[in-house]
């Protein structure tokens, strides 16, 4: 199968790396389209097995196309005239804010076309992807699809396209709740007086092994409360982070609402030029 990724920013390069070190399973044969001079050098030094192009000077034919760039650079008209010298069965975008009639309509390729959105966790094949697509694929397709996805992490299908904002409020922005959370951690523990490579390892073991837990036991209110003990050090510190309003949970819950928001908003304004 000959797959064309176009654009190599940070995520259409991550997804090229867990493909390329999977290409053998997967039977996939990737080439990359990058205008820009620079970066288009830098991912063949880096990526010596896949051919990377900087221009479609002739007619390129292959079975998917996955559209990586940034929504700016699709919504130049100038980008446009690329798609008139590709003739592929699939085109997949992972570009935030730009729906699936932006894309038809833009393209004017009669071809399937699909949303993806995956997540910072893609480039270590523990990523989240949520995946749409409006018309039916048929069952050999979209069982490739989902195998190349799942080389990357977790598939879930989605039956709205509008779940896209939520999706990215929740697993596409998530990491970087966790990082924040994480980084609080870490710096108490430096401020209380543990170096910073304990204090790494402190905060990420904790970590891995609350959501080792996790993993075995989703009843996440249990799990809170076996920590717990009636007068202890974690009723302490609970009561810190819940007695006041907002609390942690309203912030939390406040956070999520306005990274939806904002990506209902960027859905809205990527309009073509």
Known sequence: ????????????????????????????????LEVDTK?????????????????????????ILLLAVK???????????IFEKINVKIIISIMAGISLNNLKNSIKKKVTYLRAMPNLATIIGRGVTGIYSRAKINKIHKNKIKELFEAMGSVFWLKKEDQFDPLTAISGSGPAYFFLFLLTLRNTAKNLGFTNKMANELVLNTAEGALGVYKNNSNLE?????????????EAALKVLLKNRPNLINIMEKAILAANKRSKMLGKNAKRL
Do not use: H
């Open 1 to 32: 199968m000959k797959i064309l990724i176009i654009g190599a920013g940070k995520m259409g390069e991550a997804i090229l790396k867990v493909w390329l070190r999977k290409s053998s399973q997967l039977k996939i044969k990737v080439t990359v």
């Open 39 to 63: 970066k288009a050098n830098l991912i063949q030094k880096k990526y010596s097995r896949v051919q990377v192009i900087k221009k479609i000077s002739s007619m390129w034919q292959g079975d």
């Open 71 to 81: 929504p700016q650079t699709f919504n130049s008209i100038s980008f446009c005239r």
């Open 222 to 234: 249990k799990l809170i409360s076996d920590v717990t003990s009636p007068g202890g050090t974690t």
